[in-house]
């Protein structure tokens, strides 16, 4: 259950507020929020959270990641400026939703650091190369595409052409079954 301590604190140190005046499926309209940006955070008094998409006038646009409504006239505050999850180590197997919150029932994720959820994409410029060949044990393929591991790939054709059996064998093929 939601502690109401955490919004309360928020309220208190000038977080900007909003109230919900107005939904549609997964959107939320506040009316307020001012000093938000698009992709900031956003805690409702019933613990629930929100990803503001856009600023309009007098309204902000939120989506909701909450599993259940909320209801009109619930006030919100302004959680992180900026939208951000935990990062590190101790995420590698663990099961989490996208607030980084554990849903494997292993305890809480004890993260190294903190990372920004909206970020530019380093530059072609800046990416490491690729060049270690990926063999697909398929002569043909292997022959005329030359792939690299790493290189993203759109396997096109139509229904039921093998594209999926193909991936498959490729995959045993590359974990060592194929050889």
């Known amino acids: 259950m ?8 928020l309220v208190a140190d000038g977080h900007p507020t909003g109230e919900v005046v107005g ?4 959107i939320i309209r506040l009316r307020g929020l001012e000093g938000a940006s698009v992709n900031s955070l956003v805690l409702f008094e019933d613990g629930s959270r929100g990803l503001v998409r856009s ?3 007098e309204v902000t646009e939120v989506l909701s990641l909450a599993v259940s ?6 006030l919100a505050v302004l959680e992180q400026p900026v939208y951000q999850v935990g990062v590190g180590e101790a995420l590698i197997g663990r099961i989490v939703n996208v607030l980084g919150e554990p849903l494997d ?4 994720v004890a993260v190294s ?7 530019e994409a380093p530059g072609i410029t800046e990416r490491a190369v690729l060049s270690d060949h990926l063999v697909t044990g ?7 595409f030359p792939f690299v591991l790493g290189q993203r790939l759109a396997i096109l054709g139509d229904n039921k052409s093998g594209k999926s059996t193909f991936l498959r064998q490729v995959t045993h093929f590359q974990a060592g079954v194929g050889q």
């Open 2 to 9: 939601f502690d109401n301590q955490t919004f309360a604190k």
């Open 105 to 108: 029932g292993k305890g809480p």
């Open 23 to 26: 939904l549609t499926s997964l």
């Open 55 to 57: 600023i309009r006038d």
């Open 113 to 119: 650091d903190y990372a920004d959820v909206f970020t």
């Open 69 to 74: 409504g909320v209801p009109l006239g619930t």
């Open 138 to 144: 398929v002569a043909i393929v292997d022959a005329l």
